[in-house]
């Protein structure tokens, strides 16, 4: 490790800067990750519930769109009653 290394050689600063740099990009990994992730179960259950909607079965949309956001958030009940406000206000403009 390159980190080590320089530690090693008495360049604490230099080592302490490479860690923050694979850390930083450590992080950005996880964020694009996590975001390609949400897509794909947006898709998903997006489909999902388009295609209820298209049988005219509201009670599956509804729990596609339940589903969604449980997928996406698991136990965070804020972020999930957000993505279940904003599903709710695009199925009232789609409807009307």
Excluded: P, W
Excluded at 10 to 16: E, F, N, T, V, W
Excluded at 28 to 46: N, P, S
């Amino acid at each position: 490790m390159n980190a080590r290394r320089l530690a090693g050689e008495g360049k604490s600063r230099l080592a302490r800067a490479a860690l923050r740099r694979t850390a930083d990009t450590i992080g950005r990994e996880e964020e694009e990750r996590r975001a390609a992730h949400a897509e794909r179960i947006t898709t998903l259950f997006g489909l999902e519930r388009d295609i209820a909607l298209a049988a005219y079965d509201g009670e599956a949309a509804a729990d596609a769109i339940v589903a969604m956001a449980e997928s996406l958030h698991g136990d965070q009940i804020g972020d999930r009653c957000k993505t279940l406000i904003a599903e709710g206000a695009a199925l009232d403009e789609f409807g009307n």
